[in-house]
């Protein structure tokens, strides 16, 4: 082989190099005159190519197979035909120039000398071989010298045959020489096996660091010279010592028999043993189970003794298991024979765990990726697929095996929207270019691949980067939202239209309103609006139920959307109330179109269940011209001219002006509304005290009276600062603001009687007003039990006044409330009796404490007769059915004298005591 050649050897071939072309270029320099040129040339190229053929023969890489031969001073086969060869060339070349040229020119030149040259390059470029000389020097010679012989060129021979004894005499002397190259080989070589051995020891040392080690560290021993052998390995020994001691991974070494020889001490850190405590103990006791050894033993046996990356479970001296991955491999003696095996083992416990993290983790992906309903799709950096979902397979048509290293674009076919045949561009400039999300902007479609069906889709992407931040590829998101986009439809439709009849609702009414105060306030054009209220409308619902008044609305709406162009806009604005707007209609032509509309209602007869029913429609008429007004202000007079529709006797068409009285009344009371709520938020209201005396003072000795509301006003003096309840109740009541007042007074008043202050603690009896829209909400019965057992008042103190209205409106829910009080403790007042359309029916049906005269009644008793019978009347019956009563606005002495004749119990007004304040 190439490495076996002696550096000796190689420098011998390049003299022999040197001197055969020191020879040609003597030839040349003084043959030049002799030999035409051009020959000189071609002897010169055909002398340096045999000589070049010999060089090559001569070296290590020619001498293969069955031709080589030994190599050394024997020579090869080849190497010796070449050595011939070029005898035969350096002798037949001067025969045939004097036999061509006719002149004596090897006597005149310097071939004999080349020829020793060249002789003397053979044999230092074979490493001094005699034969290889002897090869090349008989037929160098002794062809011109057969050639001078003939033509009896006596000095040509002797110059030849000078040159061959020359070359004898160079051979025989050379004899002891090669002998002693011989031996030098030999020794040589022997060396070169001890290196050999050595390095592969070397070697075998090093490439057990190299498994051991994470980092693959190279320990490099280098064995420059024969004397330093020993030592080099017995100091890598000691260094491969201290790498088994320093390094992590565990390094064992197991006897034939099976017993732990040799051991690292990493193994502490690893099983938990120290070195001297595992040395000995059979190598299968360090296994988690007896199959894993097996497993092992087996594995190690299979594989020819050489095993890697061997994952088995090992056990701590604690117990518990941990993975290890083991390289081992049989030792061997200086026979060949099995003396046991060694190896690195290396925990990977947290490496194992990792990896069944991940792959759980990479299935949980999978498993998510394949149950979502979002197609998702990865592309690399050039865009190509990478990855597809079943969902985007289903979506797109492609398969995965199909669509993978296509382009993006081919996969997901996208049109817009709104016209199908426009391409729509993915944002992957900004994914893979700029490294940011981004969503697909404007409405999509996506065409399967087939073209057989297509979902309109949202689409969201962005980049995706390694752990050095740089982006590697993208990955999309999109969904189908075909129906969401149909059901969106249905809920803009739906938000905008009344369910019931199919009209427009009060949002997007309210919307076409704008727009026409818009185009009024540019001088466009004159619009009308209408606000209607059906009357009567509440006995269909409660003599028939829901559905007959649903049918009635739908009824409705046809009549009035046929009475109406197709540019005038109808509304239901809610419940009965329905909205008109006229665009571009005067007011004068906007009154007879109401008017014609609430005559179409009033000609309408519905008919449900054999039952005929006439309703009509109060309408309130409103402008919209050019003068600044704003929604709000609008549909506040058009509901304010519809209420005064109603006042005035229902079934009428009122045309709000700006001097209208009664619309700046409705105002007002639309200016308390907002007064009221803001006072109930930020506590403006305060409570008097008015004391109830018993007309007969053994009636009873602690006191009893009647908490009024009042209103503050953030303006005035101290006088004006109170507000009468005349002033704010009506639009309380209009507006249904009641329950939120009685609900602010209730708290108060329970909260004051709980602290039993000193103007607290003698009340033996508290009146509290309850409003007609309280005592019908059951949610406020609740509320007052739930405040009692919140304050803890006894609820025998309380009484509360109902009136009349109260009952009338509905008896059934006014008897469940009032039953359910008293059934705790508390006691009622009919309030205002007597001032309405009462009948002692109600009496006997509902159950209360007190009645309270009402004041018209009480002011002229003293002196009319026809009050005196009245108050008798009453009070008479009040006591038949175990009642007491109680006279309102008792002003002066002769009235209490009055009532003391009549036998009326209780007395209220400004003759007993004039409220005071209560908390």
């Given at each position: 082989?190439?490495?076996?050649?002696?550096?000796?050897?190689?420098?011998?071939?390049?003299?022999?190099?040197?001197?055969?072309?020191?020879a040609i270029a003597l030839v040349y320099t003084i043959q030049s005159s002799v030999i035409p040129l051009?020959?000189?040339?071609?002897?010169?190229?055909?002398?340096?190519?045999?000589?070049?053929?010999?060089?090559?023969?001569?070296?290590?890489?020619?001498?293969?197979?069955?031709?080589?031969?030994?190599?050394?001073?024997?020579?090869?086969?080849?190497?010796?035909?070449?050595?011939?060869?070029?005898?035969?060339?350096?002798?037949?070349?001067?025969?045939?120039?004097?036999?061509?040229?006719?002149?004596?020119?090897?006597?005149?030149?310097?071939?004999?000398?080349?020829?020793?040259?060249?002789?003397?390059?053979?044999?230092?470029?074979?490493?001094?071989?005699?034969?290889?000389?002897?090869?090349?020097?008989?037929?160098?010679?002794?062809?011109?010298?057969?050639?001078?012989?003939?033509?009896?060129?006596?000095?040509?021979?002797?110059?030849?045959?000078?040159?061959?004894?020359?070359?004898?005499?160079?051979?025989?002397?050379?004899?002891?020489?090669?002998?002693?190259?011989?031996?030098?080989?030999?020794?040589?070589?022997?060396?070169?096996?001890?290196?050999?051995?050595?390095?592969?020891?070397?070697?075998?040392?090093?490439?057990?660091?190299?498994?051991?080690?994470?980092?693959?560290?190279?320990?490099?021993?280098?064995?420059?010279?024969?004397?330093?052998?020993?030592?080099?390995?017995?100091?890598?020994?000691?260094?491969?010592?201290?790498?088994?001691?320093?390094?992590?991974?565990?390094?064992?070494?197991?006897?034939?028999?099976?017993?732990?020889?040799?051991?690292?001490?990493?193994?502490?850190?690893?099983?938990?043993y120290e070195v001297d405590d595992i040395k000995g103990r059979p190598w299968n006791d360090l296994f988690?189970?007896?199959?894993?050894?097996?497993?092992?033993?087996?594995?190690?046996?299979?594989?020819?003794?050489?095993?890697?990356?061997?994952?088995?479970?090992?056990?701590?001296?604690?117990?518990?298991?941990?993975?290890?991955?083991?390289?081992?491999?049989?030792?061997?003696?200086?026979?060949?024979?099995?003396?046991?095996?060694?190896?690195?083992?290396?925990?990977?416990?947290?490496?194992?765990?990792?990896?069944?993290?991940?792959?759980?983790?990479?299935?949980?992906?999978?498993?998510?990726?394949?149950?979502?309903?979002?197609?998702?799709?990865?592309?690399?950096?050039?865009?190509?697929?990478?990855?597809?979902?079943?969902?985007?397979?289903?979506?797109?048509?492609?398969?995965?095996?199909?669509?993978?290293?296509?382009?993006?674009?081919?996969?997901?076919?996208?049109?817009?929207?709104?016209?199908?045949?426009?391409?729509?561009?993915?944002?992957?400039?900004?994914?893979?270019?700029?490294?940011?999300?981004?969503?697909?902007?404007?409405?999509?479609?996506?065409?399967?691949?087939?073209?057989?069906?297509?979902?309109?889709?949202?689409?969201?992407?962005?980049?995706?980067?390694?752990?050095?931040?740089?982006?590697?590829?993208?990955?999309?998101?999109?969904?189908?939202?075909?129906?969401?986009?149909?059901?969106?439809?249905?809920?803009?439709?739906?938000?905008?239209?009344?369910?019931?009849?199919?009209?427009?609702?009060?949002?997007?009414?309210?919307?076409?309103?704008?727009?026409?105060?818009?185009?009024?306030?540019?001088?466009?054009?004159?619009?009308?609006?209408?606000?209607?209220?059906?009357?009567?409308?509440?006995?269909?619902?409660?003599?028939?139920?829901?559905?007959?008044?649903?049918?009635?609305?739908?009824?409705?709406?046809?009549?009035?959307?046929?009475?109406?162009?197709?540019?005038?806009?109808?509304?239901?604005?809610?419940?009965?109330?329905?909205?008109?707007?006229?665009?571009?209609?005067?007011?004068?032509?906007?009154?007879?179109?109401?008017?014609?509309?609430?005559?179409?209602?009033?000609?309408?007869?519905?008919?449900?269940?054999?039952?005929?029913?006439?309703?009509?429609?109060?309408?309130?008429?409103?402008?919209?011209?050019?003068?600044?007004?704003?929604?709000?202000?609008?549909?506040?007079?058009?509901?304010?001219?519809?209420?005064?529709?109603?006042?005035?006797?229902?079934?009428?068409?009122?045309?709000?002006?700006?001097?209208?009285?009664?619309?700046?009344?409705?105002?007002?009371?639309?200016?308390?509304?907002?007064?009221?709520?803001?006072?109930?938020?930020?506590?403006?209201?305060?409570?008097?005290?008015?004391?109830?005396?018993?007309?007969?003072?053994?009636?009873?000795?602690?006191?009893?009276?009647?908490?009024?509301?009042?209103?503050?006003?953030?303006?005035?003096?101290?006088?004006?600062?109170?507000?009468?309840?005349?002033?704010?109740?009506?639009?309380?009541?209009?507006?249904?603001?009641?329950?939120?007042?009685?609900?602010?007074?209730?708290?108060?008043?329970?909260?004051?009687?709980?602290?039993?202050?000193?103007?607290?603690?003698?009340?033996?009896?508290?009146?509290?007003?309850?409003?007609?829209?309280?005592?019908?909400?059951?949610?406020?019965?609740?509320?007052?039990?739930?405040?009692?057992?919140?304050?803890?008042?006894?609820?025998?103190?309380?009484?509360?006044?109902?009136?009349?209205?109260?009952?009338?409106?509905?008896?059934?829910?006014?008897?469940?409330?009032?039953?359910?009080?008293?059934?705790?403790?508390?006691?009622?007042?009919?309030?205002?009796?007597?001032?309405?359309?009462?009948?002692?029916?109600?009496?006997?049906?509902?159950?209360?404490?007190?009645?309270?005269?009402?004041?018209?009644?009480?002011?002229?008793?003293?002196?009319?007769?026809?009050?005196?019978?009245?108050?008798?009347?009453?009070?008479?019956?009040?006591?038949?059915?175990?009642?007491?009563?109680?006279?309102?606005?008792?002003?002066?002495?002769?009235?209490?004298?009055?009532?003391?004749?009549?036998?009326?119990?209780?007395?209220?007004?400004?003759?007993?005591?004039?409220?005071?304040?209560?908390?």
């Amino acid at each position: 082989m190439a490495s076996e050649v002696p550096n000796t050897r190689k420098g011998f071939l390049l003299l022999e190099t040197g001197l055969h072309l020191l020879a040609i270029a003597l030839v040349y320099t003084i043959q030049s005159s002799v030999i035409p040129l051009q020959d000189l040339y071609k002897l010169t190229g055909f002398l340096t190519a045999v000589s070049a053929l010999r060089v090559l023969s001569a070296m290590p890489e020619s001498n293969k197979g069955a031709i080589s031969g030994a190599y050394g001073h024997q020579g090869g086969i080849l190497e010796y035909l070449c050595a011939v060869l070029l005898g035969l060339v350096w002798g037949a070349v001067p025969t045939a120039l004097e036999y061509t040229l006719g002149a004596n020119i090897s006597t005149q030149s310097i071939f004999p000398l080349a020829v020793i040259a060249v002789g003397l390059g053979v044999f230092t470029g074979s490493a001094l071989n005699t034969r290889l000389l002897m090869a090349f020097a008989f037929p160098a010679c002794l062809l011109p010298i057969a050639w001078h012989a003939q033509l009896q060129q006596i000095p040509a021979v002797t110059s030849w045959s000078l040159a061959l004894l020359a070359l004898l005499a160079v051979a025989q002397a050379s004899r002891g020489i090669e002998a002693l190259i011989e031996r030098f080989l030999q020794i040589s070589r022997g060396n070169t096996d001890l290196v050999k051995n050595l390095a592969q020891t070397r070697d075998e040392a090093l490439a057990a660091q190299a498994e051991a080690e994470t980092a693959n560290q190279a320990l490099q021993l280098e064995i420059a010279e024969r004397e330093k052998a020993e030592q080099k390995i017995i100091a890598s020994e000691r260094e491969l010592s201290r790498i088994l001691d320093d390094m992590m991974d565990t390094y064992f070494q197991v006897a034939a028999d099976g017993k732990i020889a040799r051991v690292s001490p990493s193994v502490e850190i690893m099983l938990g043993y120290e070195v001297d405590d595992i040395k000995g103990r059979p190598w299968n006791d360090l296994f988690a189970t007896r199959q894993a050894a097996d497993s092992f033993r087996n594995r190690l046996e299979s594989a020819f003794g050489v095993i890697q990356n061997h994952e088995v479970r090992l056990l701590h001296r604690d117990g518990r298991e941990i993975w290890v991955s083991i390289n081992a491999h049989y030792r061997q003696d200086a026979r060949g024979n099995t003396e046991g095996f060694e190896g690195v083992a290396r925990d990977t416990t947290e490496a194992r765990l990792a990896k069944d993290n991940l792959f759980r983790e990479k299935e949980l992906w999978q498993v998510t990726l394949e149950s979502i309903a979002d197609g998702v799709i990865t592309t690399d950096l050039a865009g190509h697929v990478s990855y597809l979902n079943s969902v985007a397979e289903h979506m797109t048509g492609w398969s995965i095996d199909e669509a993978r290293k296509q382009p993006l674009k081919d996969v997901m076919q996208l049109g817009n929207e709104a016209d199908p045949g426009e391409p729509v561009e993915l944002p992957m400039e900004e994914w893979l270019e700029k490294g940011k999300k981004a969503d697909l902007q404007e409405p999509a479609i996506l065409f399967r691949r087939d073209r057989a069906s297509e979902s309109a889709i949202e689409l969201s992407g962005a980049p995706i980067k390694n752990l050095n931040a740089e982006v590697i590829g993208s990955v999309m998101v999109f969904h189908d939202v075909t129906k969401l986009r149909a059901l969106a439809m249905q809920l803009a439709y739906q938000a905008t239209h009344d369910a019931l009849t199919g009209l427009i609702n009060r949002v997007e009414f309210d919307t076409r309103v704008e727009q026409a105060i818009h185009s009024a306030n540019r001088g466009e054009k004159q619009h009308a609006m209408f606000y209607m209220d059906l009357d009567q409308f509440k006995v269909v619902n409660d003599t028939c139920g829901h559905p007959a008044g649903d049918e009635l609305l739908k009824q409705i709406s046809g009549q009035l959307r046929s009475a109406l162009r197709e540019s005038d806009l109808l509304a239901r604005l809610g419940g009965d109330e329905f909205g008109v707007l006229l665009v571009g209609c005067p007011l004068t032509i906007a009154e007879g179109i109401a008017d014609k509309l609430r005559q179409l209602v009033e000609d309408f007869r519905f008919v449900w269940e054999e039952n005929l029913f006439r309703i009509g429609v109060s309408i309130g008429v409103v402008p919209i011209n050019s003068t600044e007004t704003d929604l709000t202000e609008l549909m506040r007079a058009a509901d304010s001219a519809c209420y005064v529709a109603k006042e005035n006797g229902r079934n009428q068409v009122h045309v709000s002006r700006p001097d209208d009285a009664k619309i700046a009344e409705q105002h007002g009371q639309m200016q308390w509304m907002q007064r009221i709520q803001r006072a109930v938020e930020e506590d403006e209201f305060t409570l008097h005290f008015q004391p109830i005396k018993a007309i007969e003072g053994s009636l009873e000795e602690r006191v009893h009276g009647e908490v009024l509301l009042r209103m503050v006003d953030d303006k005035g003096t101290d006088a004006e600062r109170i507000i009468a309840p005349l002033a704010f109740l009506p639009a309380a009541e209009r507006y249904h603001l009641m329950p939120i007042i009685d609900r602010w007074v209730l708290k108060k008043t329970l909260h004051h009687l709980a602290n039993n202050t000193a103007t607290t603690r003698h009340i033996a009896t508290c009146s509290i007003n309850l409003s007609g829209q309280s005592v019908s909400d059951l949610k406020m019965l609740n509320f007052i039990t739930e405040l009692i057992t919140e304050t803890d008042v006894d609820p025998r103190r309380l009484c509360f006044e109902i009136t009349e209205s109260a009952v009338i409106a509905n008896m059934d829910i006014a008897g469940q409330f009032v039953n359910r009080l008293r059934s705790i403790g508390c006691r009622f007042a009919l309030d205002d009796f007597g001032s309405g359309l009462s009948t002692f029916d109600y009496l006997k049906r509902l159950q209360v404490d007190y009645v309270k005269l009402d004041g018209v009644l009480v002011r002229d008793v003293a002196t009319n007769r026809v009050s005196q019978a009245m108050v008798h009347a009453i009070n008479y019956v009040v006591h038949v059915m175990g009642m007491k009563s109680i006279a309102e606005y008792v002003e002066s002495d002769e009235i209490t004298e009055a009532l003391r004749k009549l036998s009326v119990d209780y007395a209220q007004g400004y003759a007993i005591g004039k409220p005071e304040p209560f908390c």
